[in-house]
């Protein structure tokens, strides 16, 4: 059964790379789990929680100019009819995204950096054709064939809020390296490609999408905008947009209209500091709190674990993931495992610090096989950890490679509570590669999103 799913996949991935023909190369939708109705669907959920978790700008002259020029290009036959829809927010980081379906995202930061109305548009018409292309649910698709079809075929359609909360549990949610969010390179071509027609279709300048991106990219050194680590730079941006010109009519285009432009910047320019994030207060509910009563002596309280939104980039050997900003790497650079913890997942015992909520990755040599590897790792934890049993073993994929997660339980090092670990293993050229989650049960539910984007943000480098 399995294996016949592998079959289909690559028969179909192998469709999708076939060479391109001489002529405007035809763009469509690739292969896909999803449908186009639960594209608009998932869309919509995440969007909800974008509208509450960002600083989305009601004012209404900003969001009607960011609109405008967005319907515009999505009149387009190309842009494939989804409900698109424009929203401005307040945030300085030069950034912009679309959920699938249709929700595009603008950063004020972008309309900032940005030199005219055609360069915002070459934005736009380049996060609609990720939608239309719907690269987000086709990486999805790709990321996790194992259990996407029994939960796409699940009835989620119609429940409101479901499918998004679903789909996180597999590690497909808005988090930082999302595969809804973060692109291929394959994927960032064909998005420039189309991009440009629908610029073209709308009377702007379809180069300036380009220069737009390889300014912020001769800008942006290795530190470089969220949005080129979103969209990597397939290479020849400009080129490429300018033999996709060739093939369309011929027209006059323009850098659009200079005075809104101008206009909209002196908006931005007059709006109030974005509100402040609600910080995660490390430590802040249990400051001192050691004295739980009626609790095991020596054992902390439960502290404060939420993690922050922004995220760092951790690069071992081998393999990178994100992970949020406000833990530390705790472990030497040169230990063959590293980890990574908020400081208050740290917890001082007698016998050394015990994690009590971070993650722990690295590698083990083995036979090369991942069932019997991760079973001969698993029965090492538990040797080490008495106590400590598997609540469940699923087949699962990180950055696209067969994978296995384990979930245990066991004592946690804080007062009362039991830790669950979620340990995801993949066969590597270099021995198994393991990922381990820690969380203290009660904390679970705040940390559940961050660690389904550490999962998702994997990625193997060699
Ligand atoms: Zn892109």
């Known amino acids: ?275 402040a994030r609600p910080a995660a207060q490390a430590g802040g509910t249990a400051a001192g709190g050691t004295t739980a009563g009626g609790t095991a002596a020596g054992a902390p309280a439960l502290p404060d674990l939420r993690p922050s939104r922004g995220v760092r980039e951790y690069r071992g050997a081998g393999y990178t993931f994100s992970y949020p900003d406000n833990w530390q790497v705790v472990s030497e650079a040169q230990a063959p495992t590293v980890t990574v913890a908020p400081r208050a997942g740290l917890v001082q015992g007698g016998d050394g610090t015990a994690i009590g909520a971070g993650l722990v990755a690295g590698f083990q040599t083995g036979r090369g096989d991942l069932r019997t590897d991760t079973t001969e790792l698993v029965r090492q934890m538990i040797s080490s950890n008495p106590g400590m049993q598997v609540a469940s073993t699923k087949d699962a994929r990180v950055d696209g490679q067969p994978a296995l997660l384990v979930t245990l339980q066991t004592k946690s090092p804080f007062a009362g509570e039991t830790e669950i670990d979620t340990m995801a293993a993949v066969e590597r050229p270099g021995g198994l590669f393991y990922l381990v989650l820690i969380a203290p049960r009660s904390a679970l539910a705040n940390l559940q999103p961050a660690y389904n984007a550490i999962l998702g943000s994997i990625r193997f480098t060699k």
């Open 1 to 275: 059964m399995l294996k016949q799913v592998f079959a289909t996949l690559s028969m179909l991935l192998l469709v999708s790379a076939a060479p391109a023909q001489e002529g405007p190369r035809q763009l469509k939708p690739g292969w896909n789990l999803f449908s186009k109705d639960q594209d608009i669907q998932l869309g919509k959920e995440a969007a909800a929680q974008v509208e509450q978790q960002m600083a989305v700008i009601q004012n209404q002259e900003l969001t009607a100019y960011v609109r405008r020029i967005g319907d515009k290009l999505a009149a387009a036959p190309e842009a494939g009819g989804f409900p698109y829809t424009f929203k401005v927010v307040n945030d300085k980081s030069i950034n912009a995204f679309a959920l699938p379906g249709g929700p595009a995202f603008v950063h004020t930061g972008l309309l900032t950096a940005a030199d005219n109305e055609a360069q915002v548009a070459g934005v736009l018409a380049h996060e609609i054709s990720h939608v239309a292309l719907r690269h987000g649910t086709n990486q999805a698709s790709k990321a996790n064939l194992i259990q996407l079809p029994a939960l796409l075929a699940g009835g989620l359609l119609g429940k409101s809020g479901s499918m998004l909360g679903q789909l996180s549990q597999l590690g497909i949610g808005l988090g930082a390296n999302s595969v809804l969010l973060k692109f291929s390179r394959n994927a960032e071509r064909d998005a420039d490609l189309l991009g440009t027609r629908l610029m073209a279709a709308a009377g702007y300048n379809p180069i300036e999408m380009a220069r737009f991106f390889e300014k912020l990219e001769a800008e942006g050194g290795s530190r470089g905008p969220q949005f080129l680590s979103d969209h990597p730079n397939p290479g020849n941006r400009v080129k490429a947009v300018e033999a996709e010109i060739r093939y369309l009519p011929q027209r006059s285009y323009t850098t659009g209209d200079g005075t809104a432009f101008t206009r909209v910047r002196k908006l931005v320019a007059a709006l109030p500091p974005p509100p």
